[in-house]
């Protein structure tokens, strides 16, 4: 019976502390007290839907990719799509070959075959 009691009391200051206290968060209860809460900001991204392109060009061989079909990746907050999974481990290994300043040479053509 002692054992149900102190279980019991846990139990209670767990609820207590998850509900006001150091928990709240993790119960969806937390309250947003900047001077724009409640408000969408001019800034909030909230109903933005990305829509990724009809085609793209993979950085690394230069051929033309439909999404649907592609390897994605994201580098640098950008999404990047390859034809084949062995284009996408190049462009992983050593992104700066393929995007930016280095990468204003054109994209080599590789040889390799798709599964």
Not at 39 to 55: D, L, N
């Amino acid at each position: 019976m002692e054992a149900l009691i102190y279980f019991a009391l846990w139990a209670g200051l767990i609820f207590l502390m998850m509900r006001v206290g150091c928990g709240a968060h993790v119960m969806g209860h937390g309250h947003d007290h900047g001077a724009g809460a409640g408000k969408a900001s001019a800034g909030s991204t909230s109903g933005v839907r990305w829509v990724p392109p009809e085609t793209d060009v993979d950085p690394v061989c230069g051929k033309t990719v439909h999404p649907d079909k592609a390897k994605p990746s994201v580098h640098d907050g950008m999404v990047y799509y390859f034809c084949s999974r062995e284009c996408r481990e190049l462009f992983e290994a050593a992104p700066q070959l393929y995007v930016g300043p280095q990468a204003a040479r054109q994209p080599e053509m590789l040889e390799h075959h798709h599964d």
